[in-house]
Every structure is written in C-alpha cells, then in structure tokens.
C-alpha cells in the first residue's frame, strides 16, 4: 500500500492548525458595533453630519494607491460594469478579456451589452500578454480588462504600449493584487480605471464589497452616479438628517452601494493589509527555498518590474512530467490529504468553464450570436491549458504561518513527487 495519505497512509503534516481567515480582533468588533449602532446602515440613509462609512473607506483606499479618486461599491462584479459603464461601452464594442480568469469580467462585459473577446494567456503566469491584445483588436475594441491573476503582475508597460498605440482602453483588475506594485506604483493606476474585490477570500476582505479608483475626475463623476442611482456625493457639507447623495442625473445609474457595516470592517482591514503583505511574503521567500531545493518546481514568475507582489492565491509551477501522467487535480488532493490543507489546480479557462454560458440568458442573444461566439471564442488557448495542468495553488492564509508551515509544504510535495506512480 502507498503511503500517501490520499490512499490511506499517515498525513506527513503533524497535527496543527493552519492559520485562520479572515483575521479579526476586538478593534474589528468594535468597528463594526460602531456602525451597527449608528443606525445608519447605508449611505442612501440621512447622516448624522458625519461623512458615511462608505466614503470615508473610498478616502482611504484612494490614498493607500496614490490616487485621486475611489468609489466604494458592493462587489468586484459591480465594480466591473460601473468601470465599463463609465467608459460607455455598450453594444457594438468589443472588450478584449484573459481565458485564466474568474467568470466576473465576461460576465460584465456581457451585461453592459458588449462582446467580451477571450484571449490566450502567458503559459508561466496566466496574465494576459501584449502580443494576444494585438492580435485580438480590432475596429470595435473599445477597451482591455488586464488581471493581476493570483500572486502575479502581468506586463504593464507592454501592455500600455499596445492599448496606447490602438488607441483603447485598459482596466486593471486588481481582484487578486490588493497593494501589488509595478515600479513602485500600485496596480490599478495605471489604466483608465482599476477595480478591486472584498469579498472574504480576498487579502483585504470584507464578506463582500468592491471599489473602482481612478486619476479621471469625469470618469469618478460618472462612476459615483452609476452606482448610486444617477446620485452622487454632495459638494458641501451635509447636516444632521440631510442626505450625502444629491440627485443628479447626469448619467443613469444603478444601485451597488456598499453597506455601511461593510465598510465599517473594511476600515477595520486596510490598515493591516501591508504587514500581512510583508509576512506573506517573508513565508513565501521559505518555501520558495524550499522547493528549489527540489529542482523542477518554483513559484509563479513575478516580473523584476513587479517591485511588490500581492499573494491572493499562491502558485507552485511544475515542469510537465514531474509528477508523471498523473493528472493536475490528481497530484493536488495529493498534497492536499498530506497537509490538511485545501490544494487546487487553477480554475478551469473561460473557454471550459460551465459559468461562461450566455446562450443560457435570452438578455445576451442580440450578442451571443454564432457570429459573436466565433469571435468571442475562435481561437486556440495552448498557454492557458499549459498553466493548468501544470500549477497548485493555496490560499493566501497559510502564508501567514511560520517556517515550520513551510516545510510542511515542501515536505508534502516532495512526498507526493517520490510516490506519484501510486496515484496513476
């Protein structure tokens, strides 16, 4: 009998807890009672003269990127159509997206009424590359969404190369680079618009929740009033009992507020995120010994551009034939039983994903013709698949572990490594 544990044998980590997520304490409790307690549970309710919870986190996470504006919304997935929505692109355009993504930035191109085009991706990092934006635009592109994917920067100065000389533009998201750096600039300030996820998985969590940023005083004008409504916040000091948003109507919006409690926790959460970044990352620094003593296994490249990288999901990379013809989801409950501790391949491409499936909403017909899935969809992904089948990915909270944590990962690798015929 094999002593992988997946088949019975004793787990090679001892017994012990990983670390927990989200992280919280008394000052998070005390944050949130506050606005519970403050009986205004949303921004759309009258102050008590004070400015909203929900603007207040907005103030903050513009300073904590260097720029000038942020709007808080619900979620990342609403953060995405406002950032569309903003830059008026509807139907007729085109919206070139990465295949290595989650299903929320086709889903939004979808829904402001554009055709999302899925690209290829680099097989090292699965961001997107300049060379399948240049491939893939044409007459009808009106923007990018680029994805900081995982623990990863993609190729900013290519890709601003390329959006610049077709003349379109580019959104960042930054669902999984919360702090992320290229040149010592934060991701998300280097396009029209940056977008950003709370929701708990992610490094700065929130339950759920999402902002836009930008440089762009019409766009952060539009983008205000397309999450709120056509309302946006009032120019002057609001007393007791008035309301922060005035009725607009410069542009006709929808209503994706974050909640007050929401951003009570999140007021809460900023403030840590860069210690927890620096832990990670002197964990990170461990195990990436550790495997390169193993030879044929390493971390997701992270371009020397990318001065600070932002861990969301850490990936292992393997050469092809390390573990054998033992599948990818294979080898990662492998590792996983061994640690006792969640293992996955990344998610399946958008081309595979059963979440990608427009023909399923009588709302996306006028787009989702034979014509529009050929051109959403007719190409081949060779990087993509590659990525895949040869990456384990953990969440972000084992790096805020110890050394010994560490080892445990390189132990349980190595492990499965020496015993993967047994899996076949």
């Given amino acids: 009998m094999s002593d992988l544990a997946l088949l019975g044998g004793t787990p090679s980590r001892r017994q012990r807890p990983w670390p927990a997520w989200p992280q919280y304490d008394e000052r998070t409790e005390g944050e949130l009672i506050a606005?519970?307690?403050?009986?205004?549970?949303?921004?759309?309710?009258?102050?008590?003269?004070?400015?909203?919870?929900?603007?207040?986190?907005?103030?903050?996470?513009a300073r904590y990127n260097d720029v000038a504006h942020c709007v808080s919304v619900d979620h990342g997935s609403s953060a995405l159509v406002v950032a569309l929505e903003a830059l008026d692109i509807g139907p007729g355009d085109e919206v070139i997206v990465p295949v290595m993504t989650w299903v929320a930035p086709v889903?939004?191109?979808?829904?402001?009424?554009a055709l999302p085009v899925v690209v290829d991706v680099d097989p090292e990092t699965g961001c997107l590359t300049p060379e399948a934006i240049r491939e893939a635009t044409s007459a009808r592109t009106k923007a990018v969404i680029?994805?900081?994917?995982?623990?990863?920067?993609?190729?900013?100065?290519?890709i601003r190369e390329v959006v610049d000389e077709a003349g379109i533009s580019l959104i960042e998201d930054c669902a999984q680079a919360h702090g992320a750096q290229w040149r010592g600039r934060k991701v998300g300030t280097f396009g029209a618009l940056g977008v950003f996820s709370f929701q708990m998985g992610k490094v700065l969590a929130g339950g759920e929740g999402g902002a836009v940023i930008t440089s762009d005083p019409v766009l952060y004008r539009r983008a205000e009033q397309l999450r709120a409504d056509s309302r946006r916040y009032a120019d002057v000091d609001v007393p007791a009992g008035g309301s922060e948003l005035v009725e607009d109507g410069e542009v006709m919006g929808g209503n994706y507020c974050m909640s007050e409690l929401t951003a009570g926790v999140l007021l809460d959460q900023l403030p840590r995120l860069d210690q927890q970044h620096e832990h990670r990352e002197k964990m990170a620094a461990v195990l990436e010994a550790g495997l390169a003593e193993l030879g044929g296994?390493?971390?997701?490249?992270?371009?020397a551009e990318a001065d600070v990288r932002s861990v969301y999901e850490y990936g292992i990379r393997f050469r092809p034939g390390t573990?054998?013809?033992?599948?990818?989801?294979?080898?990662?409950?492998?590792?996983?039983?061994?640690?006792?501790?969640?293992?996955?391949?990344p998610d399946l491409p958008l081309h595979r994903s059963v979440m990608f499936h427009p023909h399923t909403k009588r709302?996306?017909?006028?787009?989702?013709?034979?014509?529009?899935?050929?051109?959403?969809?007719?190409?081949?992904?060779?990087?993509?698949?590659?990525?895949?089948?040869?990456t384990l990915i953990f969440h972000h909270q084992a790096l805020l572990g110890d050394a010994a944590d560490m080892a445990d990962i390189v132990a349980a690798v190595e492990k499965v490594r020496a015993q993967h015929e047994s899996l076949s």
């Fill in 35 to 61: 606005a519970l307690r403050s009986r205004r549970w949303a921004v759309s309710w009258p102050t008590d003269g004070s400015p909203s919870r929900e603007r207040r986190f907005a103030e903050e996470f």
């Fill in 107 to 113: 889903t939004a191109v979808l829904r402001v009424g």
């Fill in 146 to 158: 680029v994805v900081h994917l995982a623990c990863t920067v993609a190729d900013v100065d290519g």
């Fill in 297 to 303: 296994l390493g971390p997701i490249p992270v371009p």
């Fill in 323 to 345: 573990f054998g013809s033992v599948p990818v989801e294979r080898v990662a409950d492998a590792v996983a039983a061994e640690l006792g501790m969640a293992l996955w391949p």
């Fill in 363 to 390: 709302r996306f017909a006028n787009v989702w013709t034979p014509e529009g899935r050929t051109r959403a969809l007719g190409r081949e992904y060779p990087g993509a698949e590659r990525y895949r089948d040869t």
